[in-house]
Antibody, heavy 113, light 111 residues
Framework: EVQLVESGGGLVQPGGSLRLSCAAS????????MHWVRQAPGKGLEWVSS????????SYADSVRGRFTISRDNAKNTLYLQMNSLRAEDTALYYC??????WGQGTLVTVSS | DIIMTQTPLSLSVTPGQPASISCKSS???????????LFWYLQKPGQSPQLLIY???NRFSGVPDRFSGSGSGTDFTLKISRVEPEDVGVYYC????????FGQGTKVEIK
């Protein structure tokens, strides 16, 4: 069964950092593009970042470029999102997505003082 | 950036009746490989989005045949032939031609 499990969310002060992880199982992880998508409370879906199978090609939404870094460890079947200089507007449920499906259950990031 | 615009933003439907959601992109989603990168998702209350339709009109595994997708270029439609109570939630279109962009979402409720 294909499964994605996010972790690492929590409460952080503005300006702080967090690293999200997404543990993948049930498929050949290195064969797939992986993505982070977020959803602010009560709002719609916002694409955040993408990375190709070998980790060489990455892309970011304008709203996070320069503050967030996506990476992956194919030996550990894990996707990461390093989030620095966090702002209140980064508060959201962060989903890990394999290509177009499936989506993980999400990990909640709350940026507040 | 490609902008995705969904209409309507909300829909109240009597069970057994049809429903239709429109999604328009700011530029064509047709790739040079001949495929059109338009997807439909349903996010049921309290759940992660689930894939309904890929590449405009292909139903994903396990998706009931009352769901259908159509369109080309910049104009796309998701149709539910007979809405059932379990179809409530928010429907999103998404393009993956250039990075990814989602529509605003269409909330479907049952009358």
């Amino acid at each position: 069964e294909v499964q994605l499990v996010e972790s690492g969310g929590g409460l952080v002060q503005p300006g702080g950092s967090l690293r999200l992880s997404c543990a993948a199982s049930g498929f050949t992880f290195s064969n797939f593009w992986m993505h982070w998508v977020r959803q602010a409370p009560g709002k719609g879906l916002e694409w955040v970042s993408s990375i190709n199978g070998d980790g060489i090609s990455t892309s970011y939404a304008d709203s996070v470029r320069g503050r967030f870094t996506i990476s992956r460890d194919n030996a550990k079947n894990t996707l990461y999102l390093q989030m620095n200089s966090l702002r209140a507007e980064d508060t959201a449920l962060y989903y890990c997505v394999r290509s177009t499906w499936p989506w993980g259950q999400g990990t909640l990031v709350t940026v507040s003082s | 950036d490609i902008i995705m615009t969904q209409t309507p933003l909300s829909l109240s439907v009597t069970p057994g009746q049809p429903a239709s959601i429109s999604c328009k992109s700011s530029q064509s989603l047709l790739h040079s490989d001949g495929r059109t990168y338009l997807f439909w998702y349903l996010q049921k209350p309290g759940q992660s989005p689930q894939l309904l339709i890929y590449e405009v009109s292909n139903r994903f595994s396990g998706v009931p045949d009352r769901f259908s997708g159509s369109g080309s270029g910049t104009d796309f439609t998701l149709k539910i032939s007979r809405v059932e109570p379990e179809d409530v939630g928010v429907y999103y279109c998404m393009q993956s031609l250039q990075l990814r962009t989602f529509g605003q979402g269409t909330k479907v409720e049952i009358k």
